[in-house]
T-cell receptor, first 115, second 113 residues
Framework: EPEVTQTPSHQVTQMGQEVILRCVPISNHLYFYWYRQILGQKVEFLVSFYNNEISEKSEIFDDQFSVERPDGSNFTLKIRSTKLEDSAMYFC?????????????FGPGTRLTVL | QKEVEQNSGPLSVPEGAIASLNCTYSDRGSQSFFWYRQYSGKSPELIMSIYSNGDKEDGRFTAQLNKASQYVSLLIRDSQPSDSATYLCAVNKRGGGSYIPTFGRGTSLIVHP
């Protein structure tokens, strides 16, 4: 069964460093998402991406964040200058449907630890 | 008012019982509603989606939606210890041009043998 994959599973970085989190969405899906979940808290929407551009973004997704689909398979989230409060699980998700249906399938996540 | 509200629990039910999980949402324009299951340390896993008022059944799971009351629920029949997890309610609310998925904090379910 096709699934969303994410690498790395765990990333440790120093405050102020740049990190790139990678995702390979399900191959025939058209909509891509990034979420974060701080330990013990709810899943928070960061950004959605469709047709090579951002569809929606939350207040969390400020100028320190960017997304890219550099080729036909990868979808990346870059954090330019990490802060301690960026420590969280980052989930990538993808969906096939258009409109509001958007049944999303999540990857296993990347645990980001900022020291 | 929180956008998507869930009782954090834990909700404890005996094996074989019906577990009832509830969720309310604030945006009347929301069109799509989802239930995810999340085991500790894992990613959310889609269980059910519902778009119209009424009930939708899939195996042991039934989702119920009442848009007038802004209420969505999930019933789990014949609960099993393996159902013990956090259940997340998610609502697609309308954004600037598309939809913004909004999650509740989740309800912790414990099914005891």
């Amino acid at each position: 069964e096709p699934e969303v994959t994410q690498t790395p599973s765990h990333q440790v970085t120093q405050m102020g460093q740049e990190v790139i989190l990678r995702c390979v969405p399900i191959s025939n899906h058209l909509y891509f998402y990034w979420y974060r979940q701080i330990l013990g808290q709810k899943v928070e929407f960061l950004v959605s991406f469709y047709n090579n551009e951002i569809s929606e973004k939350s207040e969390i997704f400020d100028d320190q964040f960017s997304v890219e689909r550099p080729d036909g398979s990868n979808f990346t989230l870059k954090i330019r200058s990490t802060k301690l409060e960026d420590s969280a699980m980052y989930f990538c998700a993808s969906s096939q449907e258009s409109g509001s249906a958007h049944e999303q399938f999540f990857g296993p996540g990347t645990r980001l630890t900022v020291l | 008012q929180k956008e998507v509200e869930q009782n954090s629990g834990p909700l404890s039910v005996p094996e074989g019982a019906i577990a009832s999980l509830n969720c309310t949402y604030s945006d009347r324009g929301s069109q799509s509603f989802f239930w995810y299951r999340q085991y500790s340390g894992k990613s959310p896993e889609l269980i059910m989606s519902i778009y119209s008022n009424g009930d939708k059944e899939d195996g042991r799971f039934t989702a119920q939606l009442n848009k007038a009351s802004q209420y969505v629920s999930l019933l789990i029949r014949d609960s099993q210890p393996s159902d013990s997890a956090t259940y997340l309610c998610a609502v697609n609310k309308r954004g600037g041009g598309s939809y913004i998925p909004t999650f509740g904090r989740g309800t912790s379910l414990i099914v005891h043998p």
